[in-house]
């Protein structure tokens, strides 16, 4: 954790870093802009003040405020709804300063959320990161691409309302630039209209248009444990505010460095903007991403355009242009595989949690069933009398 957000729970609040870059307000460093002081204007007649959530642990959570980062109770806003609990990256009303304790009252309405379904039997959602620009995922060059992994991490952060940036790290430990550029070619492949940048911490190569693409915005740090987003997290931050750990010797698995979801100010001198790190995440289920997964895989949803039906479910229709185009090898099989197991996985999530679509999944497996005996009792014939 940075030395920051360690001095939170001290008696004197923390000050903010880059409060004295002569900024109009001292949270724009954070994200603060017009639209979120519009929001905030009927909390601010009540006597509240904004802030920022750097980071949440056990119903308390730090908060950055025009007073420098202080600690704040979430219990007014715990609701029913697990995607409404407090959350890093949001922005709050608490109380103001002299209340002890202080209290987090209300959340402001969130711009995205990057929201995964947990492996709860109950499919709720979890969300990971609230009010994000940029969910840069990290993926390392040490090993095999997992292309399928990086389809569904493309298609949560296409539903999240966040821009997608890709990240190929530890670009160091491959040994030439021929092959750099042929995983970066798979890569592209996976995220079509995605931006792919290979970079490594190590060396800092690439870290300079990273930064470029980051700046003055904030950006949600994902990826498996061992990509080597704590590194990377360093390599922007300009210190080492996030502990590193060795991936396993035995099987190459990475382990959880970060345990907590922190918000870190990026450095001024390279343009600003915040930092959400995250453990790193050994599942992750798709969550309401029927509009992701149409971006993840655009190509697919462009050539469906020419079906010659319009429900064509891409399996044996006749007249079916991305089965045309797997033929012709225009479209890989893979991607095609990998859209149906994704787009699989979202509905049976989907009739989970929406008990409409449940009955309409079992109104038409009834219709299936009629339909089967049918079929049956046709081949078999008219029965003969005795």
Request: aromatic fraction near 4%.
């Amino acid at each position: 954790m940075s030395s920051s957000l360690s001095s939170s729970s001290s008696a004197s609040p923390s000050p903010l870093p880059g409060s004295s870059s002569g900024s109009s307000h001292p949270l724009t460093p954070y994200g603060w802009d017009a639209g979120w002081e519009a929001e905030f204007g009927p909390f601010a007649e009540r006597g509240l003040l904004p802030g920022r959530v750097v980071r949440v642990d056990r119903g308390q959570c730090d908060i950055v405020t025009a007073e420098g980062i202080v600690r704040a109770d979430t219990e007014f806003v715990v609701p029913h709804d697990p995607m409404k609990v407090v959350c890093t990256g949001d922005w709050a009303a608490l109380d103001p300063a002299g209340c002890d304790p202080r209290y987090v009252r209300t959340l402001l309405p969130r711009r995205s959320a990057f929201v995964r379904s947990t492996s709860s039997k109950r499919s709720e959602g979890q969300v990971l990161a609230a009010n994000v620009e940029h969910a840069l995922i990290a993926v390392p060059l040490g090993g095999d691409l997992y292309l399928g992994r990086i389809e569904r991490f493309i298609s949560l952060a296409w539903s999240s309302g966040a821009q997608p940036l890709l990240v190929l790290t530890k670009a160091d430990l491959v040994p030439d630039a021929v092959t750099v550029a042929h995983l970066l070619a798979d890569a592209q492949s996976a995220a079509p209209g995605v931006r792919v940048l290979p970079v490594s911490a190590e060396t800092g190569d690439g870290l300079d248009a990273l930064a470029a693409v980051l700046a003055g915005g904030t950006t949600a740090l994902l990826g498996q444990s061992g990509a080597g987003k704590s590194t990377l997290a360093n390599a922007l931050l300009g210190h080492g505010a996030q502990t590193v750990q060795a991936i396993r010797d035995r099987d190459g698995k990475g382990r959880h460095t970060t345990t907590t979801r922190n918000l870190l100010p990026l450095p001024a001198a390279s343009g600003g903007g915040v930092l959400i790190d995250t453990p790193g995440l050994r599942g992750v289920g798709l969550w309401e991403a029927e509009e992701g997964l149409g971006q993840a895989f655009s190509e697919i949803e462009e050539l469906a355009r020419n079906c010659r039906f319009q429900d064509c479910a891409h399996q044996a229709e006749p007249g079916c242009a991305v089965l045309a185009a797997v033929e012709d090898g225009t479209l890989p099989e893979r991607r095609l595989d990998s859209y149906r197991k994704l787009l699989r996985e979202n509905v049976r999530l989907a009739a989970r949690t929406d008990a409409r679509l449940r009955a309409e999944q079992r109104q038409m497996f009834k219709q299936r069933q009629a339909l089967g005996r049918h079929m049956m009792e046709r081949k078999r014939g008219p029965r003969r009398k005795r």
